[in-house]
């Protein structure tokens, strides 16, 4: 398996655990081609001011998507979690009793 195969692996793997990475990504490079475009038709701002509310627009997203990631992440780890552990524990658990009624030594 190639390098490039295992990063790309790896890549999707790590979007399945956290799929705000990508739309991070995504939007990361949404706003500044959009900005870049709109260049043209700036006006008479100047160009550092221009470059910069595309980087604070670009880097607005990132964060956003990051602190929904966290939140995301932990309403899994914290709530959803717990929920499902404890429903695991009010359900009956059959397993020994199946053990016990067909194990022919059990009588004896």
């Not at 939140?71 to 009010?90: H, V, W």
């Amino acid at each position: 398996m190639s390098s490039y195969e295992e990063n790309e692996s790896k890549f999707w793997r790590k979007a399945k655990e956290n799929p705000f990475v990508p739309v991070g990504m995504a939007g990361f490079v949404a706003i500044v081609g959009y900005r870049l475009m709109k260049m043209k038709s700036r006006g008479d701002t100047k160009m550092s001011v221009h470059l910069i509310h595309m980087r604070v627009a670009a880097q607005g997203f990132v964060v956003g998507a990051m602190t929904v990631g966290v939140l995301f992440s932990m309403y899994r780890e914290y709530f959803a979690k717990p929920i499902e552990q404890e429903q695991k524990a009010t359900q009956p658990n059959f397993s020994l009793m199946t053990q016990f009624l067909t194990d022919p030594h059990h009588l004896v």
